[in-house]
């Protein structure tokens, strides 16, 4: 469960996020808004990537901040762009970096790596050199690499925005059958139908929250009112 | 680009420890300039081609070791027997016709992941952790990198010369260094997101091998 | 390890690869003088004027031992500790420094930086002082005097002048959109 409590961001004396309060509980959140309108800072806001000049997020009753690392380790994130999530040059090298801080063996990391790998069918890409994988192929890693760490909640930001329609498809039957809570920021209208509910954030506010039918065909209106 | 010219084999220079190779050369070259005569540079001169013998590296790769050097060194020893003597321009390019060697005889028997590895291992036990561990972390991101800036460059040239700027510097130079830098940015986050302590694993490992056992 | 650490620490890397990428350049060679010119001074200057002081010279120094460990990084596709016991060591050595000057200097700037205090400092650390340092290096290990030593390396100050130039201009537009010495 992830609690937001009046919760504002502002830089450089322009706000980003007003006050917000919300409190998440359903297995699949989606969120969507303009470019520009927040939501990207309000995804960074649930593992501490950004900081909250005001107010407290909490993730299970614990606070996040600089001296809660434990839960900081329960919420996983998936950038938008692979290219910039990987960070070692081989498969291998790069999803045992999360598991560095884990306290698990060398053994035991190793064995975990594989077994995930097996798990989605990639096993055959553990030694390969990151940079020579399809932009599918970058994408999986990437989740693997947060889905090793075994958190309790994901969150995705533009998950399917590079990928093609195969790859696409792919990837959001492996996102339905994660057994962990997962919170998506996307364009993909048809990716956020599927949601338990649906957050629309404007402005730096929450504009509308509720069903995935009611919130998407009041922001349709709104877009087409605007252009 | 990535590939050292490192040369297989299983002599004693190719099992010594890498350190003790880059102290020795470091040694060596050291001799060289302190003990300034022919008496000192002969012997090992003679050394390092009988080190060459015991690697087993065959006789072209000295002449690739030396050829990038070649205008450099056939320049010098123009220049010495101009102003100085032919005695003085030997001496002067067979000691740098040693050092090179030298130093590629470590480059063919010792690896580049070894080499590193050896250097890491090096600071992890003098330097502090966390420093330690940022150096190895500059390696591997290095590598990573390597292959980033060149595809941001060609993207950024072929955009250019959509728009009709061929190969002019300015405008490959500039979007080029500011999209990777937004990129390592990015992956800095990443980095951050990543490195969080997860020791609810191992605790979670334990409780599961309790239960096996 | 802090946030901070690891912001500079990619940026280093960024920059250290950037060497590399530049290596791959093909050269230009000149007739009558020994070493082609190369695109990777260019890298110097902008480590240093980027980055700053401190983290543009430690960005050439992880450069520089990967090098050492053997991969053919610098220009013409040389690598190996071979280049650090030729001719010109002194300049690889002094890349270092220079980075290390530029970005001095740009710092010291900072607050007035335009095409013309930037170009400056590229020219003092990525030609004067650099020089400085190899031009010794050379006429001690090649036994050569330090005056011929100078004038063998005249040839190549027009096309450091030119890439100073190019330095000055990516430095002064990444400072303006983009800008990292400020935000340290």
Known sequence: MIKIENVGVSKENKTILAAISVTLTEPRIGIIGSNGSGKSTFAKLLNGLERATTGAVFVNDAPIGKNNKTALGKVGFVFQNPDNQIVFPIVVEDLAFGLKKSGLSKQQI??????????????????????ELSGGEKQLIALIGVLLMEPEIIVLDEPTTLLDLRNRSILLKLLAELPQKLIIVSHDLALMAEMDRLLWIENGNIHQDGSPEAVISAYRQFAESES | MLTSTYYAGQSFLHTTRPLFKVLALFLVCTLLFVFDTWFVLTPICLAVFGLYGIAGIPRSEILLALRPAFWMLLFIFIVQIYFESLQLASFVILRFVTMILAASLLTLTTKTSDLIAALEQFFNRFLPEHIAETISLAFSLCFRFIPLVRQTFDEVTEAQKARGHHKDWRALATPTIIRTLKSADEISQAIIARSVETSHLSAANERRDREHS | MAEVTIRNTVLMALFAAIMAVLGAFPNIPVPGIPAPITAQSLGVMLAGGILGARYGALSLILFLILVAAGLPLLSGARGGFAVFFGATAGFLFGWVIAAFVIGLLIEKFWNRLNYFSAFLACIIGGIIILYAIGIPWVAYAAKIPLGKAFWGSVAYIPGDLIKAAIASVVIVAVAKSYPIIQSK
């Open chain 1, 110 to 131: 190793q064995s975990r790596i594989t077994t995930y790998l097996e798990q989605f069918g990639l096993r055959h890409l553990l030694e390969r050199r990151t940079h």
